[in-house]
């Protein structure tokens, strides 16, 4: 059997100490280090070059803004997903963080099997919040889902897609729905991907978001 590819990381922190004892634990626990970064424009400059997997970004970076490195880097590199790790855990910041493109948020008391376990399943397409956050950015997207839309109408889905959909917004993983639904892994992945490309979106927070808004998740 193949092995499954190394999980490719950055790390992105202002403090020296912090960042290479993160660095190091994950290189420990198995993960590809491409590089870290002590800024935003470095965290940008780097990530472009290096493409990982995961970049886990702080958000506090001295003078510049992990949230605007953030935008840059999902935006730029649509492969390349963000968890955030910061000390903070505002509910504005989150938030920020989310609408930027952050795949997830942990916060830095987290333990080191809890930000081993968060980096894996944001690189499998998860959304990984701290307990008590995803609760939050889930009521901001019902917020959102209040305000008229008066735009096209959206793509349709086929029923099985609608099904996936529906418990990607429960917060269920790939494995859970696979065996909620009595399918294969790879197939729940399957549908999962050719919903973000009829939806026109980029990870399973936005579909958990899409679906929001559409009522799916009340079913």
């Known amino acids: 059997m193949t092995e499954a590819p190394q999980v490719s990381v950055m790390v992105v922190d202002d403090h020296p100490m912090w960042r290479d004892g993160v660095a190091r634990d994950l290189a420990e626990h198995g993960f590809d280090v491409k590089a870290t970064a002590p800024d935003a424009p470095a965290a940008v400059r780097i990530a472009r070059t290096v493409r990982p997997d995961v970049v886990l970004m702080d958000l506090n970076l001295g003078e510049t803004s992990g ?3 953030t935008r840059e880097i999902t935006a730029e ?3 390349t997903k963000v968890l955030v790790l910061s000390a903070s855990g505002e509910h504005s910041d989150v938030l920020e963080a989310v609408k930027a493109g952050a795949s997830g948020y942990l916060v830095k008391s987290a333990s080191a099997s ?3 376990d968060a980096v894996k399943r944001t690189a499998a397409g998860d959304p990984v919040f ?3 956050l995803a609760g ?3 009521g901001e997207y019902r917020r959102m889902a209040d305000a008229p839309d008066d735009g096209p109408a959206p793509p349709r889905l086929t029923e099985r897609e609608t099904d996936v959909l529906r418990l990607v917004a429960k917060g269920m993983t790939a494995r859970q729905i696979a065996e909620k639904l009595v399918l294969s892994h790879r197939t729940v992945e399957n549908h ?3 919903t973000l490309r009829k939806l026109q979106l980029h990870n399973r927070v936005e579909l958990a978001r899409y679906a929001i ?3 799916l ?3």
């Open 67 to 69: 949230v605007d490195a």
């Open 77 to 79: 590199l649509p492969s």
């Open 114 to 116: 809890e930000l081993v």
């Open 130 to 132: 701290t307990a008590g």
């Open 136 to 138: 939050l950015v889930l």
């Open 192 to 194: 999962v991907q050719s």
């Open 213 to 215: 808004e559409h009522g």
């Open 217 to 219: 998740d009340e079913e």
